[in-house]
């Protein structure tokens, strides 16, 4: 399929663990977006990757998350020492005007 | 801050009725979308409205973009067990060029 894949689909560890979150974007696509969605709520923006120019990482909530973005295309998403709040859905996205398309995303559950 | 609010944040309805969710900032944006999310699956674009005043139809659902490009609203006739989801709005052209900023969605549910 040509869609945003995410992996793993779904992630359970213990509070204090790393963990990393994967997102492959759509071929030729310039910008990746992650977001954070707790039960019911709607999108918390995380950060953006444009082309190369600088992440927007304003949307972080801690100095506990990073992501990066390698060769323009595959990023990664990584929240240290994982707390119980971190517990939601992290949704990638791949655009190239302004339509986004999003993964399926990744349900992570902290214990 | 939220920079753009909808609402309402739920609404449950029975199948046949007509609704309306709102979305607004006091912010101008260079485009709006509305995206709906099933449960389990990502958000997936409905339709994007460029021009103030700009009105889209999709089969029963009518899309609006206020005259000044700060709200929209969207409008859906007889409503469909199958409509229930998380609709979601989102504004282009803010501070970030190239990013979206979402609301906080509205949760439809339509009952049989």
């Known amino acids: 399929g040509a869609g945003v894949s995410q992996s793993p689909s779904n992630k359970v560890t213990e509070k204090g663990k790393d963990v990393e979150l994967r997102c492959d974007p759509i071929s030729g696509h310039t910008a990746l977006y992650w977001y954070r969605q707790s039960l019911g709520q709607g999108l918390e923006f995380l950060i953006y990757f444009q082309g190369n120019s600088a992440p927007d990482k304003s949307g972080l909530p801690s100095d506990r998350f990073s992501a990066e973005r390698t060769g323009g295309s595959v990023s990664t998403l990584t929240i240290q020492r994982t707390q119980q709040e971190d517990s939601a859905v992290y949704l990638c996205?791949?655009?190239?005007?302004?339509?986004?398309?999003f993964g399926p995303g990744t349900r992570l559950t902290v214990l | 801050t939220q920079l753009l609010e909808q609402s309402p944040q739920f609404l449950s309805i029975q199948e046949g009725e007509n609704l309306t969710v709102y979305c607004n900032s006091s912010s101008v944006f260079s485009s709006l979308q509305w995206y709906r999310q099933e449960p389990g699956e990502g958000p997936v674009l409905l339709v994007t409205v460029v021009t103030g005043g700009e009105v889209k139809k999709l089969k029963r659902l009518t899309f609006q973009f206020g005259d000044a490009r700060k709200d929209s609203s969207l409008h859906i006739t007889a409503a469909q067990p199958g409509d229930t989801g998380l609709y979601l709005c989102?504004?282009?052209?803010?501070?970030?060029?190239?990013?979206?900023?979402f609301g906080r969605g509205t949760q439809l549910t339509v009952w049989p």
């Open positions: 996205a791949s655009s190239f005007f302004n339509e986004q398309f």
């Open positions: 989102a504004g282009a052209g803010g501070s970030t060029l190239g990013r979206l900023y």
